[in-house]
């Protein structure tokens, strides 16, 4: 090992106990801690936050990476220096007041979005988003390599590789094709019904159940815990702890797709080997990547018949007043029902990324065109009418649904829509190397598992989301896909073509 | 606020976050976290311990500790900068590195300690408990003042103001007068029937009674959770989360007297006053203090006739099938059955202090006077035997059944009794001071309640125990209340006199 590299240890150490502690914090706040717990933890938090900040921008932790960089590092040391260098220069670059200012107006801002919602009153929280805008904008400013347009800047925070141009292509892609796809589907005289996935499903059922798919697609609960949040989310301290969240209410499907969509992100993060967990590198890729695997699994296996031929019985047996009569194939349709909506969290399969693309268009406009944040609810309304034919009649249905930018995340939304992108490429290359519906069919969702594990899991932050995409399916990133199979499973449902 | 004192503030705010963080992981190991975690996690919590380690030996702490000391500082200042120099002289006298082994040593311990007690395998254990005895005796000589005893400076650590010569003087009045007063109630010829408090308690419904509970004496779960670990515990954050736990089992009044016990506890914590949590004097003033206020609830309070008229039909509700037909008064006398037993933490009120004074007489061999840790079974079983006229069949149901030891605390023991001690002295003056059972008969703890939160838990660490109690009581600690109280309440139940 070398020398400056070893000396880095003690500070990498602390960085991450400290990281650590804090995403302890954050599940315990979602799942436990009694609501007015609130103020004097988060002073907790701060402190915590702010050695972490004092760790990255040591001096010494400076001179030590620039001394390491001139080093012949092994892989995993390598990219440990150039995550920790690229932490580094986010945080130095943005002065500690600032950040503070920020943090703080951001925590706010929770607060004030969530009371906005309530009342559905877009202006209480208007004055508080401008001051977000400003901050991003500013901060983006300071990070911003020569020529670099702020709204990249923000963009490469989540998804490395990806900038507006490749977005542009991307959801002009998705805009051009999937908007009059979907307009067919919805004109289509193909009913589905799906009224029996709501009625009395008992929480403690749903949970049992829960449980077992969650064990069925992988999740392994020697290693994870699953509780119960107002939203659900997944969360790891490392990993051998790793930890999904859901929550109940009278659609059964809401739960069981969570739940198996949370998997999805678990496993990801239980796929990560030893020597990289608790490192630098030792999470998913990106957001984008990890969306992927939870989608995938949510989407591509659990919204697939195949997948619920073994199992199906299992669901009946534990809810025999609700399915027993409902056949498997009735199941399966209602199950993937399109239907446009305002909320982009319930929405189907084909709409979800149009949501996406809407968030996408919207922050471009906030960020890069100076967008007047009064405008925010029209402007939202009509893309909403434009693309998906619905239109909220508040903001709480409409652009005060997402938490995001009221924590001052900006850029992040994209990611939800190439994850799902990202699936369809890498289901398109596995099913030329396996009989994958034939899998799920026999209940051999290892032998899938297995393979998104040892090309995708194993690898960590080792290699950029794209550059895993062209390494496994010998193909760079190609949303053509995505529409592919979105239309052909579509298509085949709603009886209409492209 | 002087400015030796101001400048001391983001130290003692980073030991709170790094303490604070600790209390969760221990709180989330113990209630939650997956079996495998183990590992990983305690590489992040030996961080946060070396942290705070290494923020309260900071020399520029010691400095500006000094300096305030010079300084003219209000009573909660000044008993902040007391309480650091206490812990800074305490960590800074033992080398880092021995200091290191030992907790490694000690967490090592526990796992051992595990073992060896499933395997009722004295001998495999005996090897680590004598190296935590040398270890425990060479941090005790470090700190010792001059002509101090070594255990003398480990029970300043848990009760000041108690040593040797205090206690020898408390468990000798115990030993004298309880011991041939067990003797009677045991050969007495009263029987007292409580096989209906075992059976079919359902665990959903112990939770929701022992909710129940925890409220009536006052528990707010607005700052405070409870769940379920395999020991019932109480930890905090600060005085707005303050979380217990407890376990279900066969024995109704297990779940029911630990869950009164244990919030007790909290409702110590949740009594701290704002302006001293989150700082070294926001918790309860010591051990034994802790230990009186739960115990005070769990057996003055809780085993209390009076305390039953307005609830036992609450809890005939929720179990009709097995109290139904079981009358108050019968179910007063069999929560208060006496039988000597093998096991401390199911030991009735009576005989709890005798299962303590072993422990001490055992400590005091062990620390002062170089007893062979060989021959701990056979000395414990001896005692026993003389104490209780009982003898454990094997290691598991005597020297091996309490953790303390394997975590390398002794010294600890003592305050146990030390609390029902301080609980009964307490109770003697309150009785005084108003109508205690009329209240109780009344559904009236909020009075009682509020008295204890007056007296003692609004102080904090800012008065030692023995001060708060010859504040409360205008008396120093005097044990004779105990054996009184004792006495007067297993005299009349068994129909015998001292």
Chains 1, 2 share one sequence.
Not at 306 to 325: C, N
Not at 369 to 386: G, R, T
Not at 454 to 472: A, D, F
Request: glycine share 6%; hydrophobic share 35%.
């Amino acid at each position: 090992m070398s020398k400056a590299y070893e000396q880095l240890q003690p500070y990498l150490e602390r960085a991450q106990a400290f990281q650590t502690a804090k995403v302890l914090f954050e599940w315990d706040n979602e799942t436990l801690a009694p609501k007015k717990a609130g103020q004097n933890t988060s002073k907790v938090v701060g402190t915590l936050s702010s050695e972490y900040f004092s760790v990255i921008t040591d001096p010494q932790v400076k001179k030590l990476v620039k001394e390491c960089r001139e080093e012949d590092l092994g892989q995993v040391e390598a990219a440990i220096v150039r995550e920790l260098a690229e932490e580094m220069e986010k945080l130095e670059r943005v002065p500690a007041n600032e950040y503070r200012e920020f943090s703080q107006l951001a925590s706010e801002g929770t607060r004030i979005w969530a009371d906005a919602r309530r009342n559905k009153d877009f202006e209480s929280f208007a004055p508080t988003l401008k001051k977000l805008v400003e901050y991003t904008k500013k901060f983006a400013s300071y990070r911003a390599k020569e020529g670099q347009k702020l709204y990249d800047v923000l963009l490469e925070d989540y998804e490395k590789g990806f900038d507006m141009e490749t977005l542009d292509r991307f959801f002009g892609t998705l805009r051009q094709q999937l908007v009059p796809f979907l307009k067919k589907v919805t004109e289509s005289e193909v009913e589905i019904e799906d009224d029996f996935l709501t009625g009395d499903y008992k929480d403690e059922d749903q949970e049992a159940i829960g449980r077992f798919f969650a064990e069925y697609v992988g999740f392994d609960f020697d290693r994870g815990v699953m509780a119960v949040s107002a939203h659900p989310f997944t969360t790891n301290l490392h990993n051998k702890d790793v930890r999904v969240t859901t929550s109940y209410n009278r659609h059964v499907d809401d739960s069981l797709f969570s739940v198996i969509h949370e998997s999805g992100h678990a496993i990801y993060e239980l796929g990560i080997p030893d020597e990289l967990t608790q490192t630098l590198v030792g999470g998913g890729a990106s957001m984008g990547m990890h969306e992927s695997q939870s989608r995938f699994f949510e989407n591509i296996i659990g919204r697939n018949e195949a997948f619920w031929v073994p199992v199906y019985a299992k669901l009946q047996e534990r809810f025999p007043q609700q399915l027993e009569d409902v056949p498997l194939e009735k199941f399966v349709k209602a199950i993937n029902k399109v239907e446009p909506s305002l909320i982009r969290t319930q929405a189907d399969e084909l709409t979800y990324s149009l949501h996406v693309m809407i968030r996408y268009e919207i922050e471009k406009m906030l960020i890069e065109e100076d967008l007047d944040v009064d405008k925010l609810p029209e402007i939202w309304a009509d893309k909403y009418e434009e693309y998906l034919g619905v239109r909220p009649k508040d903001a709480a249905e409409g652009v005060l649904q997402d938490i995001h930018w009221s924590q001052g995340s900006f850029g992040y939304f994209p990611s939800y829509a190439l994850g799902s992108a990202f699936g369809a490429q890498l289901y398109h290359y596995m099913k030329g190397q396996m009989d994958f519906e034939g899998l799920l069919r026999a209940g051999e969702i290892g032998t899938i598992r297995e393979f998104l594990r040892q090309h995708i899991h194993q690898y960590g932050k080792l290699k950029t989301s794209r550059q895993m995409l062209k390494e496994v399916t010998g193909e760079d990133f190609n949303p053509q896909y995505y529409i592919d199979y979105l239309v052909e499973k579509y298509g085949r449902l709603y009886g209409v073509t492209m």
